[in-house]
Nanobody, 117 residues
């Protein structure tokens, strides 16, 4: 499985950005897809996670109401629409896939988002 994240860049405070993650390879029996981020000097945190079985999406508290995750099963992609961006949203954003009842986990390479004040 390969996950290719894209869409990062520099955006002003209050701006918007859309990240995409394309999955290839063995994309069957996916349990969930998620976005994580790692701000400079901090640990990685969950941003949004989508359960494949029922399409339920859960967001981290810091992004609720500002970020929206969506998925396209036909294209094997997930996206993260980010609005009202803040300096504290600056981070490397990663997509993650979990398959096979949690036995297999894959990470994309990360894409850098910088919110400039």
């Amino acid at each position: 499985v390969q996950l290719q994240a894209s869409g990062g860049g520099v955006v002003p405070v209050g701006g918007s950005l859309r990240l995409s993650c394309a999955a290839s390879g063995d994309t069957d029996r996916v349990v969930n897809m998620a976005w994580y981020r790692q701000p400079p000097g901090k640990s990685r945190e969950m941003v949004a996670i989508m359960t494949t079985e029922d399409g339920n999406i859960r967001y981290g508290d810091s992004v609720k109401g500002r970020f929206t995750m969506s998925g396209d099963n036909a294209e094997n992609t997930v996206s993260l629409q980010m609005t009202s961006l803040r300096p504290e949203d600056t981070a490397v954003y990663y997509c993650r896939m979990v398959r096979l009842n949690g036995l297999a986990s894959y990470w994309g390479q990360g894409t850098l988002v910088t919110v400039s004040s």
